[in-house]
């Protein structure tokens, strides 16, 4: 079988996003130019090769990961007093994109930037690939494939500390996929995360017919669907290691607020691909929810009868959460 991290649709994916973000840094506002961090680098030798400043708060990077095996891209959100204030560090608002889409979506979809202006919080939003599963591929059995897990955990936030002066309070929310990944990392780093938020994830990957729906996601990107973890049936461990319904009682300690429609047709914006989609992951919801109820692990949920997967709903229940995170963060909400 072919690489996963040589599959040549995965590289012109790769090259468009570089597209946007690499090169030479160009012209930076001169209050971001006077506090350009020193060179950092990770414990396993990331490093940023390319910094492209787009506004006094905004800038692009690229990572040199060797987790990920590439050049992957991130955007930073710097709060508004950063470059003012040297001696002091900040917490981390984590925020994944979805399937299909890439690590500006955050900010081309919603009003996050102008939302973040006020708030005391660096917020960073990574590239986890054309799929959005920030996870460590399986890649047929590769002892070195990619890893967006280890790149979004260990690698992003060490350069943050060593470069633009994170300190260690962190957050992660996530939809889509990005929903997915925000609830896997932080199951599967306990503590790691202070809160984590998943609007419209797949919650229950291992649940009758999701791993269909995951492979559909990476099959859309010209990907063998068996490179993420293999067979579901062969390889049900590796499927479970990663489902956040199985590791939920990992979640014991973080603060968590999920929410997912049913995509009920009348439920507001008429989106039929999305309401569709809605109403295969609304399962998954009402499962990760109750078993949290089981376990005795409190969360803030929104299980709507509505809705579709797109950002007209994301972005509310963003803002809905946010009392969640920035408790996590340990900012007024």
């Not at 590239?127 to 890893?147: F, H, L, M, Q, V």
Request: overall charge neutral; proline content about 8%; hydrophobic content about 45%.
């Amino acid at each position: 079988m072919p690489s996963h991290r040589a599959h040549p649709s995965r590289r012109a994916a790769l090259a468009r996003l570089l597209a946007v973000a690499a090169g030479a840094a160009v012209a930076r506002p001169p209050s971001a130019a006077a506090a350009t961090p020193a060179d950092a680098t990770a414990d396993d030798g990331a490093r940023v090769v390319a910094t492209t400043w787009l506004d006094a708060r905004t800038a692009d990077l690229v990572v040199d990961s060797p987790a990920v095996g590439a050049r992957v891209p991130l955007r930073l959100l710097l709060p508004a007093g950063w470059a003012g204030r040297p001696e002091r560090t900040w917490p981390v608002l984590h925020l994944l994109h979805g399937a299909h889409d890439d690590y500006t979506s955050w900010t081309r979809e919603t009003g996050i930037a102008g939302f973040t202006a006020d708030k005391d919080v660096i917020t960073v939003m990574p590239s986890a690939g054309p799929t959005g599963i920030p996870s460590r591929w399986w890649d047929w059995g590769s002892a070195d494939p990619p890893d967006y897990e280890a790149f979004a955990v260990d690698e992003v936030m060490q350069l943050l500390r060593r470069g633009y002066r994170a300190n260690g309070v962190r957050v992660v929310a996530g939809v889509s996929t990005g929903g997915y990944g925000a609830l896997a990392l932080a199951a599967r780093h306990p503590g790691a995360f202070a809160a984590a938020a998943s609007y419209s994830g797949i919650t229950y990957t291992t649940l009758v017919g999701v791993p269909e729906v995951v492979g559909a996601i990476v099959t859309r990107e010209l990907l063998d669907p068996l490179s993420l973890w293999g067979d579901p049936v062969l390889l049900r461990s590796l499927w479970q290691e990663h489902d956040p319904y199985v590791r939920a009682p990992a979640l014991r300690g973080t603060a968590l607020y999920v929410s997912c429609g049913a995509g009920l047709v009348g439920g507001g914006l008429f989106d039929p691909s999305g309401q569709a989609m809605e109403s295969a992951l609304w399962p998954t919801a009402l499962a990760f929810t109750q078993r949290l109820t089981d376990l005795g692990i409190p969360a803030r949920t929104h299980l709507y009868p509505g809705g579709a997967h797109n950002w007209t709903y994301w972005q509310r229940e963003f803002l809905a959460s946010w009392p969640v995170l920035a408790a996590g963060l340990g900012l007024p909400s």
